[in-house]
């Protein structure tokens, strides 16, 4: 059996992710595991039809697909993702349809399911059969339970090929919203005064987009800076190569304007827009090459105090996965998240939803207001914390002294007082007649008292 496997690296061969596709290729010798380097081609593959035509031959004649990639930003590459889009805008659907799927991720397992829920959609758009996922640790391949279970899931994978079983499609297709946004009378600007309006779009051809920015720079008092993504001096997608790890420097920092143009403009505003079109089940790859390249920054909250929003075009109310990623994104950059207009209304519902978004923006960058986070932002906190403490504090030497610096080490160990109360009480309540009252009735009452307390000293 031939699995093809399409490997979402920039770094081709050289990726952690092809090195589980080896073990693979070893375990299982009656199988062959011809790998195409589509994030590394991908330029070669947009420019050069007769390379993006060989590569579909390949998926057409193999018999199965591994989709197989490391997590870049909450999804895959950028490069990977533009090979997605191609597949669309060159009518090549037709070569992925039944083929059987799966997905094979390496990551620190950092938003790994909304990676995986995107390329599931994405196979099931193309109405291939897809198998599942599976989700690795970077250094899982180490650890012999975890060969063990690899090792269970390709075997059921190729057993599922063979026998030819029924897959389940776990995303209906997408509705277009085919509604033309017209804006109405402008109504009276947000009174800013004097903040930094940033509104970063890629709208090209999108008639709606660029409507939706324009009314809303209008919706603000003073100038608003709009920067197109098409514009914008990008002169390739993340390499992977982690060079930035020390120090911050991109490998890119004197051959384009990108980091630059996200330390001077981005960091600098204090209301910033985001705007884009869906395509396919994100925003565009061009969209998603700008979020793979902040990684200079690697993991740090780099729009701390910000006020945030999106505009989206397109059906974003049928894409909770891109939602999600979207909100997630906002919570771990410790920015306020002012929510997401889109063109899914009526053009008057979209009116008012525009001329909210700049009221309360800048309201609430008059008087700082920030949501408490949420189970998004708390969990991935909390998981760079570890892993930047533990096993990635080299080579990402700056991320480390920025937690340092920040007070981001938030471990529970270093909380003395709440130990020593839990290890004092944990015995105290081995003692029947203290366990038969803190147990009792006025638990409840017990939970609230301090509460109580502090309301009623108000």
């Given at each position: 059996?031939?699995?093809?496997?399409?490997?979402?690296?920039?770094?081709?061969?050289?990726?952690?992710?092809?090195?589980y596709?080896?073990?693979?290729?070893?375990?299982?010798?009656?199988?062959?595991?011809?790998?195409?380097?589509?994030?590394?081609?991908?330029?070669?593959?947009?420019?050069?039809p007769?390379a993006?035509?060989?590569?579909?031959?390949?998926?057409?004649?193999?018999d199965?697909?591994?989709?197989?990639?490391?997590?870049?930003?909450?999804?895959?590459?950028?490069?990977?993702?533009?090979?997605?889009?191609?597949?669309?805008?060159?009518?090549?659907?037709?070569?992925?349809?039944?083929?059987?799927?799966?997905?094979?991720?390496t990551?620190?397992r950092?938003?790994?399911?909304?990676?995986?829920?995107?390329?599931?959609?994405?196979a099931?758009?193309?109405?291939?059969?897809?198998?599942?996922?599976?989700?690795?640790?970077?250094?899982?391949?180490?650890?012999?339970?975890?060969?063990?279970?690899?090792?269970?899931?390709?075997?059921?994978?190729?057993?599922?090929?063979?026998?030819?079983?029924?897959?389940?499609?776990?995303?209906?297709?997408?509705?277009?919203?085919g509604r033309?946004?017209?804006?109405?009378?402008?109504?009276?600007?947000?009174?800013?005064?004097?903040?930094?309006?940033?509104?970063?779009?890629?709208?090209?051809?999108?008639?709606?987009?660029?409507?939706?920015?324009?009314?809303?720079?209008?919706?603000?008092?003073?100038?608003?800076?709009?920067?197109?993504?098409?514009?914008?001096?990008?002169?390739?997608?993340?390499?992977?190569?982690?060079?930035?790890?020390?120090?911050?420097?991109?490998?890119?920092?004197?051959?384009?304007?990108?980091?630059?143009?996200?330390?001077e403009?981005?960091?600098?505003?204090?209301?910033?827009?985001?705007?884009?079109?869906?395509?396919?089940?994100?925003?565009?790859?061009?969209?998603?090459?700008?979020?793979?390249?902040?990684?200079?920054?690697?993991?740090?909250?780099?729009?701390e105090?910000?006020?945030?929003?999106?505009?989206?075009?397109?059906?974003?109310?049928?894409?909770?996965?891109?939602?999600?990623?979207?909100?997630?994104?906002?919570?771990?950059q410790?920015?306020?998240?002012?929510?997401?207009?889109?063109?899914?209304?009526?053009?008057?519902?979209?009116?008012?939803?525009?001329?909210?978004?700049?009221?309360?923006?800048?309201?609430?960058?008059?008087?700082?207001?920030?949501?408490?986070?949420?189970?998004?932002?708390?969990?991935?906190?909390?998981?760079?914390?570890?892993?930047?403490?533990?096993?990635?504090?080299?080579?990402?030497?700056?991320?480390?002294?920025?937690?340092?610096a920040?007070?981001?080490?938030?471990?529970?160990?270093?909380?003395?007082?709440?130990?020593?109360?839990?290890?004092?009480?944990?015995?105290?309540?081995?003692?029947?007649?203290?366990?038969?009252?803190?147990y009792?009735?006025?638990?409840p009452?017990?939970?609230i008292?301090?509460?109580?307390?502090?309301?009623?000293?108000?």
């Amino acid at each position: 059996m031939e699995i093809l496997v399409l490997n979402g690296s920039p770094k081709g061969n050289l990726s952690v992710t092809m090195q589980y596709v080896a073990f693979l290729a070893k375990k299982f010798p009656a199988h062959t595991f011809p790998i195409v380097n589509i994030a590394q081609q991908a330029r070669q593959l947009e420019n050069d039809p007769a390379a993006f035509a060989a590569v579909v031959d390949r998926v057409r004649s193999a018999d199965a697909v591994l989709w197989a990639f490391p997590l870049y930003y909450y999804l895959v590459h950028g490069h990977y993702k533009r090979f997605i889009e191609l597949i669309g805008e060159r009518g090549a659907q037709d070569a992925f349809r039944g083929k059987y799927a799966a997905s094979l991720s390496t990551s620190i397992r950092f938003f790994d399911h909304t990676a995986h829920n995107y390329i599931n959609a994405v196979a099931d758009d193309l109405a291939m059969r897809y198998f599942g996922r599976y989700s690795a640790k970077m250094n899982d391949l180490f650890i012999p339970a975890e060969q063990d279970r690899l090792l269970a899931f390709t075997e059921n994978f190729i057993a599922a090929v063979a026998a030819g079983r029924p897959t389940a499609r776990a995303h209906r297709p997408l509705v277009p919203v085919g509604r033309r946004y017209t804006p109405g009378p402008a109504s009276p600007p947000a009174e800013t005064g004097g903040r930094k309006v940033l509104i970063v779009s890629d709208d090209a051809g999108d008639d709606n987009l660029a409507a939706m920015v324009a009314r809303l720079a209008a919706a603000f008092t003073g100038p608003v800076e709009t920067v197109n993504l098409a514009d914008l001096d990008i002169k390739g997608g993340c390499l992977g190569c982690c060079r930035c790890a020390y120090d911050n420097t991109c490998v890119y920092e004197d051959k384009d304007g990108f980091t630059a143009f996200y330390r001077e403009k981005v960091k600098t505003a204090d209301i910033v827009v985001y705007a884009g079109a869906i395509r396919d089940r994100y925003l565009s790859a061009r969209w998603k090459t700008y979020f793979d390249r902040t990684f200079f920054l690697n993991h740090v909250p780099t729009l701390e105090g910000k006020q945030l929003s999106f505009l989206v075009s397109g059906p974003l109310a049928q894409l909770a996965n891109l939602r999600q990623i979207l909100e997630s994104y906002a919570e771990l950059q410790h920015a306020a998240f002012l929510g997401i207009v889109t063109d899914e209304g009526e053009s008057a519902e979209t009116d008012a939803l525009l001329d909210s978004l700049a009221a309360t923006a800048a309201v609430q960058a008059a008087r700082p207001y920030f949501p408490p986070p949420s189970f998004l932002s708390v969990a991935g906190a909390k998981l760079f914390r570890d892993e930047i403490w533990s096993r990635l504090r080299f080579p990402f030497i700056a991320d480390h002294r920025y937690y340092q610096a920040h007070g981001l080490y938030d471990f529970p160990q270093r909380d003395w007082a709440a130990r020593l109360r839990s290890v004092f009480m944990y015995w105290l309540v081995h003692i029947p007649a203290v366990r038969k009252e803190v147990y009792g009735p006025k638990l409840p009452e017990h939970m609230i008292a301090p509460l109580r307390k502090l309301v009623d000293s108000l």
